[in-house]
């Protein structure tokens, strides 16, 4: 390791979880090296005062010390440490507490992809590595005072879609007062998912600035720097895949043409349109519901830009009301079409019955938290709209073959090997 070399410490109750990181991250790519691991907190706390890591990956349930106490710890005795919280938890308040305490962000364990691991990687690197970098600051307005303003605004942005901090909406009535005061008249977002990465920010867009220096790690990070330089817009990576693209509803038409040339040359490419708005309240209203989208992409396999919107609308309802039991006449209900003519449709686009779909849906979020969370069945009964605990456990048992405290401890055995 050379003196350049920036440390990692990976601290996660689950060594498959370790071991996966250490192994299929590619940490050269970020002049990083795993110094150390380890399996609780009070282990990981010995590990970093004898290796002294410059990054810290840390689980947030754990045995001895939790990861926030850990990132407590040791932003006390060293402020300047990178620290990266990975959640099994959907609620995020855990990720708000390891926040408040200096974390830089957290990543949900059943679904970060590569790209989302990778910006971070890459802004600590950055960050690391700058002359005079100082720590950033604890509270409020003042921690993006030193920061690139475009990923003061999306790290904001994230944080505000994702429950984490509220200084988001803020931030935007600065906004609209200044480079973004067109907004404040018709503007219409778009929703856009991209496939393998892009060779260069130039290439992404017709009409872009040629000769530019290469853009950001990520396809979507690339893209948005692309689209940024076509024309008058603002654009944004809300993950490693999805851009959000805001533009004037006068330009709707201009931009729908270069978004089709694009994907001429990128079949990958994809798009969903949403409603015109205007204003901080429509923005914030809007967006919101944009993002939705992104839940069912990476959780649910559905692609964007590519069901029927009463059929999405439908999956939406199916996912976000998970802890109720949604049927199919109120869902039809709810997207506007018969209940006979949404049942067809539903099974034409999806490939199996709404029920079913329903039902497969319940049972990965159970699944996943009796994996991966400490919640008592009668909780995650609730989580899926069960009547109760006894109900549920019949139910996981048809579904699966086993009742969910097997299930369970199988899966955590399996994971320890």
């Known amino acids: 390791m050379s003196d350049t070399t920036i440390r990692v410490l990976i601290a996660d109750d689950e060594v498959i979880i370790r071991r996966g990181l250490i192994s299929t991250v590619p940490w050269e790519r970020y002049g990083m090296e795993v110094v150390a691991d380890a399996p609780n907190g009070t282990r990981a706390w010995e590990a970093f005062l004898e290796h002294e890591p410059e990054v810290v990956i840390t689980d947030i349930v754990m045995p001895g010390m939790t990861g926030i106490e850990l990132i407590r710890k040791i932003k006390e005795h060293a402020p300047r440490t990178k620290a990266l919280l990975l959640s099994c938890h959907r609620d995020f308040e855990y990720a708000k507490q390891g926040i408040k305490y200096g974390a830089s962000g957290y990543l949900l364990k059943t679904d970060f992809s590569d790209e989302e691991l990778g910006d971070y990687l890459e ?9 005079g970098q100082q720590a950033p600051a604890q509270s409020g307005g003042a921690e993006t005072a030193g920061e690139d303003k475009a990923a003061g605004v999306e790290g904001a942005l994230r944080e505000w879609l994702h429950g984490i901090r509220d200084r988001f909406p803020a931030e935007l009535e600065r906004l609209l007062e200044a480079e973004w005061r067109w907004m404040r008249e018709p503007t ?8 393998g990465p892009a060779a260069s920010a130039e ?9 530019a220096a290469p853009g950001p790690a990520t396809c979507a990070a690339r893209l948005a720097a ?5 024309g008058l817009c603002a654009a944004a990576a809300l993950s490693g895949q999805h851009v959000l693209l805001l533009v004037p509803e006068g330009e709707r038409q201009a931009w729908n043409a270069r978004l089709c040339a694009r994907k001429a040359a990128d079949p990958q490419l994809r798009w969903t349109e949403g409603a015109a708005f205007a204003g901080a309240s429509g923005w914030l209203a809007e967006v919101r519901r944009l993002h939705g989208r992104i839940e069912l992409e990476t959780r649910h396999r559905v692609r964007i830009g590519e069901w029927p919107e009463p059929i999405a609308a439908a999956v939406r309802l199916i996912v976000e009301q ?18 006979s003519h949404f049942s067809t449709l539903f099974k034409r686009v999806v490939g199996e019955s709404f029920v079913a779909f329903t039902c497969r849906t319940k049972l990965g979020i159970a699944s996943e938290l009796l994996a991966a969370s400490k919640l008592t069945v009668q909780d995650i009964a609730d989580r899926v709209g069960m009547p109760d605990a006894k109900y549920f456990s019949k139910w996981f048992k048809r579904c ?18």
């Open 226 to 230: 692309g689209l940024a330089s076509a």
């Open 322 to 339: 998970a802890d109720s039991q949604l049927s199919v006449a109120e869902a039809a209900h709810e997207v506007g079409l018969s209940r």
């Open 123 to 131: 802004g600590f690197r950055s960050e690391l590595r700058r002359p």
């Open 188 to 195: 219409v977002p778009y929703l856009i998912g991209c496939g």
């Open 203 to 211: 290439a992404e867009v017709p009409g872009a600035t040629t000769g």
């Open 400 to 417: 699966t073959g086993q009742t969910p405290s097997h299930y369970r401890t199988e899966r955590r055995m399996t994971d320890a090997r």
